[in-house]
């Protein structure tokens, strides 16, 4: 069956710096994958979206990356802030039989101390 | 209008009560969806509606059932629960399921099963 990893459940990091997250796959090809951030009680945010063929991704101070031999995901916010203190989720876009949907990783929480 | 509206906030019900959760969007989306989150562990995918139709059901109890009475509403009837149904349930909406798409979440309806 499918495992989405993301590497440990939590990550201190001290402002400024940039924060690596990483999502692992395995028994799957997804031809897109997400990253959503969530804060405490509220649904996820979408963030990003990359496509198999893409092998990276920039949206402001946020870059992922996709390695489709690895099986893997890098998500790097740079420069980080307090403010980016969540939960980070990756999502892989699984088809089966012509039906559609996304699965959560295990999620990391990031926490940026000031 | 980027929302995704989930009725009620918080519910309490007993394990012999019979209860509704309500999501709304007006995004024109056809594709909406059911997650449900326990504390500390990433979102779980219940049930998908792609244009009012079920194409997913990922195995959940016949204790939980979907209704889509049209492209804007999802309901989820509760009925007969037990305490470990406790959890965030996250309603969701996509222009299409899967693919190059990203979901909107509602903000969750925080269920307590007593």
């Known amino acids: 069956s499918q495992k989405i990893e993301q590497n440990s459940e939590a990550l201190n990091i001290q402002e400024g710096k940039t924060a690596t997250l990483t999502c692992n796959y395995t028994n799957y090809s997804p031809a897109y994958l997400q990253w959503y951030r969530q804060d405490p009680g509220r649904g996820p945010v979408f963030l990003l979206l990359?496509?198999?063929?893409?092998k990276e991704k920039r949206k402001e101070r946020l870059k992922v990356t996709f390695d489709t031999t690895l099986k893997q995901s890098l998500f790097h916010i740079t420069a980080s802030q307090p403010a980016d203190s969540a939960t980070y989720l990756c999502a892989l876009d699984m088809r089966n039989s012509g039906t559609y949907k996304y699965i959560f990783g295990t999620g990391t929480r990031l926490k940026v101390l000031a | 209008d980027t929302e995704v509206t989930q009725t009620p906030k918080h519910l309490v019900m007993g394990m012999t009560n019979k209860k509704s959760l309500k999501c709304e969007q007006h995004?024109?989306?056809?594709?909406m969806y059911w997650y449900k989150q326990k504390a500390k562990k990433p979102p779980e995918l219940m049930f998908v509606?792609?244009?009012?139709?079920?194409?997913i059901n990922e195995s959940v109890p016949s204790r939980f059932s979907p209704e889509c009475p049209n492209s804007s509403l999802l309901n989820l009837h509760l009925h007969a629960l037990q305490p470990e149904d406790s959890a965030l349930y996250l309603c969701a909406s996509s222009r299409r399921t899967g693919g190059e798409t990203e979901a909107f979440f509602g903000q969750g309806t925080r269920l307590t099963v007593v």
């Open positions: 995004m024109g989306h056809r594709a």
């Open positions: 990359i496509r198999e063929n893409e």
């Open positions: 509606y792609s244009y009012e139709k079920l194409s």
